[in-house]
Each structure stands twice: as C-alpha cells, then as structure tokens.
C-alpha cells in the first residue's frame, strides 16, 4: 500500500480538489480526510465519474447520514456522548450547566446536543458563553462571565490546548463543580498544558493509555518512537490507525487494492480478521448500512479529584436521520 498526502489547508473546496486529484492523477481508491467540513465536500464527488472510499474521520453524525455508498466513518458519533456527560456532570457537579464551548460549527453541534440531553434531565442551561478558541488567548473574562451565573458544571471544549488553559482559569477563579469536555479535546494531551489537577472532576474522551486492548501497549510504544516521548498518542492516531489496518484487510479478502466498491463491501468480513497488533483503541466489531464503524464497548472516562480515570460505558445513538 502506498501513502501519499497533500494539504487541504483546512479548506473544504481545496479538501475536495485534492481528492479528485488523487483519484485521477494517483488512481487512488480510498482518500483519508480528518474534518466534517473537507468531508462533506469530499462526498460530492466520490461517487461520480471517479469513484473512491472516504476514510472519514470526525464525529459528526452528518457524514453518514448523507446516503453516500462509498464512506466510511471512524469514529463514534459525538451524539452518543451527550447522555453519559449529563449523567456524569450532574453526578459530580450539579443541575446548573454553564457553556464555554468553543465556536466554531461542530463546536455549536456539541453545544446543541448537550444542552438538549442536559434539559432532558431537567437541568438548567445558563447563556451561552461560546468563544473563538482559535483567537482568543485571554480567558479570565469569558470564564468569569460563565462562572457569575454560578453553575454546578461547565461545558468546555475546542482544540486541547485553550481547552486546558479555560479549565485552568475556572479552577484559578474558585470552580468547584465538573467539566463537560468535548471530545476534541483530550485530557491527557491537556495535561502537557497544565497540572492535571486543573483538569479533574471532568468527564471526556478516554485516553489511549487507558486502554487494554491487545495491540495498545505496542502501539504506544511505537508511537513514541516516532513521535517522542512527550508527543500524546490521541484517539484521532489510534483509531485512523485501526481504519488503515481495516482498509488493508478489506483490500485483501476483496482481492483488490483498485476497485473501490469491492473494498467497502468486503469491511463487514474484514473487520473479524484484522490482527490483534492493530487493535489499539477500541477495535470496532461491525460497520453500519450507513458506513459506520461500530464498538459495541464504547467507553468514556470520569477524572476524579485523585486524578484517577475511571472507565464510563457508552450506548450508541442511532445514525439514521
């Protein structure tokens, strides 16, 4: 298998052109794409005059309810967070939830879901503090704003970095509640940033090293090889690197590496055969008729004040429209 890459510069259009310039110049049957956004534009022309499988991943439900044949989503749908968060945030904090998430669109998806599970349960939802985690670098004001409507909880979320640095500033203020980190933040990566003691009493993403599956220990391994040792091996790592083993398998029970329709249709048998080294991060057992990879032991995690994780089980919410 060969690997060649090129820079969407976080542009749909330019995600989009890049892919069909892989298909046709590259004959390449599968194009990886790392963001909701190139991913949408992606699926408007891979099942055309070229025809190739998206290894698609991000969390957005969206992709897969877009009815295109030739996707496959990696990750699971951040809608399935949503009850286990409010659970967990009202176990450990209280009713009252404060919104910090970031603004951008999938950061406005997040918002939405969490706030209508978190009314569900008859919890109160104070206003909405969204911020640019992008360009803002002072967060004393928003989080002071958030934190003078008094919550029990607070939703937080955006890339790992200012995500650390608003949590770190909650807790600088006299925060005592929980936190509702989205997950594309990762507490173990925010920790390069900050004490994780600014970081416990959160609910998000499980870490890589929190995993016992069989291949975890040597990835990791590898991983800090490659990247070194202060280098975080996320989930967004982990689990395109179980799609590219998947992929490699399909390939070979499909008995090609060119047609990409044969490819996707073979998942379903491959996914039994994938060697136990590429099983890292929640190996998924099944794929949906949507394209979706499915763990049916999907977990979450809940840092507590000793800075202990502690496993949270997941139930996955339906992709159908």
């Known amino acids: 298998m060969e690997l060649k890459s090129l820079d969407d510069k976080y542009a749909p259009s330019t995600a989009a052109s890049n892919a069909q310039r892989l298909a046709d110049q590259d004959k390449a049957p599968v194009v990886v794409s790392p963001n909701a956004g190139a991913i949408k534009a992606i699926q408007q022309i891979n099942d055309g005059r070229s025809k190739f499988l998206i290894s698609a991943y991000t969390s957005d ?4 309810q877009a009815d295109n044949p030739l996707t496959m989503m990696i990750p699971p749908n951040f809608e399935s967070y949503a009850k286990p968060f409010t659970e967990q ?29 978190w009314k569900k349960a008859d919890g109160k939802i104070g206003a909405d503090n969204s911020i640019d985690y992008a360009t803002v670098s002072d967060f004393a004001g928003p989080v002071s704003k958030a934190l003078s409507e008094k919550p029990d909880s607070i939703f937080v979320g955006g890339p790992s970095q200012p995500t650390a640095l608003i949590m770190e500033e909650a807790k600088k203020q006299g925060f005592k509640g929980s936190f509702l980190v989205m997950d594309q933040a990762k507490l173990d990566e925010m920790a390069t940033v900050t004490k994780l003691e600014n970081l416990t009493n959160s609910v998000g993403v499980l870490p890589v090293k929190e995993y016992e599956d069989p291949g975890t220990k040597d990835f990791l391994k590898h991983f800090a090889e490659v990247a070194g040792e202060k280098k975080v091996a996320t989930s967004e790592t982990a689990l395109n690197y179980q799609s590219i083993a998947i992929i490699a398998k399909a390939m070979e029970e499909a008995g090609t590496t ?64």
């Open 258 to 321: 060119s047609d990409p329709e044969k490819i996707r249709a073979a998942i379903p048998d491959a996914l039994s055969k994938v060697d136990d080294k590429y099983k890292v991060n929640g190996f998924p057992t099944e794929i949906s008729d949507e394209g979706h990879l499915v763990n049916p032991e999907l977990e979450v995690t809940y840092l507590d004040k000793d800075e202990k994780y502690t496993k949270v089980p997941v139930e996955q919410v339906s992709d159908a429209k």
């Open 89 to 117: 945030g009202m176990k450990h904090g209280g009713k009252k939830l404060a919104l910090l998430g970031t603004q951008s669109e999938y950061g406005q998806q997040w918002t939405k879901a969490i706030t209508d599970e």
């Open 61 to 64: 439900p969206a992709i897969v």
